[in-house]
């Protein structure tokens, strides 16, 4: 069954839940409203036509540096001085974010994308990690480093920071603190030699050139 083919069948099952279907980029999706993303997966799991009993990725984005149609629009990512400094900036990030589901069947071998959208200033998005137990590992890390909530999930901490870690690393507006339990975080400055200078070495016995045989 073609991915279109399986769109309609969720749509119908969905009604105005299911928002539409995209195939004109690299991979195509279907856009899912968050309240029904729940449904939508017991759905394609469960119907025998559709049997997706794999997640194969769940993946947090954040749509900052996007406008409504989503065409790209410059946006400067904080990263480091060239001094090695942490950079600053008083930008607060805008955008949505969005939950990428990637879905396969082993019994059909067919794949299938859905796609949910939520406002930056709530980011929650019901877990679906009573469908796909496996999604319980991917939803903490989305997290984590994003800080999209999920709503229903068991045990929902961080998975790669310290608990206590302030913000969330892969937001385009975050900024990395100077000094973390009182470890400096400094990068590298770019604009000094990252080798250090070779020791001088004491001249070498007769003989010893290799040039002298």
Known sequence: ?????????????????ALGFNDEGVEAYADVEPGG??????FLRDDERLAFDQLMCLSGIDWDGYDENGKGKSVKILGYTDEGQPEVSDRVGEGDFGVVY??????????????????RATATVPTVSKIWT???????????LLGIKFEGHADLRRILLEEHWVGHPLRKDYQ??????????????????PFP???PTPDQPTGDDPAEG
Not at 4 to 14: N, R
Not at 177 to 193: C, I, K, R, S
Request: glycine share 2%; aromatic share 10%; charged share 25%.
């Open 134 to 144: 496996t999604a319980a590992w991917h939803e903490r890390e989305a997290w984590d």
């Open 37 to 42: 993303i729940a449904e939508a997966c017991t």
């Open 176 to 193: 990395m603190p100077a000094m973390w339990d009182n470890v400096p975080l400094n990068g590298q400055a770019y604009n000094e030699n």
């Open 197 to 199: 200078k070779p020791e």
């Open 102 to 119: 990637s879905l396969y069947s082993h019994s059909l071998r067919h794949k299938f994308t859905l796609r949910v959208r939520t406002p």
């Open 1 to 17: 069954m073609d991915q279109k083919e399986i769109y309609e069948l969720l749509a119908e099952k969905l009604g105005a839940a």
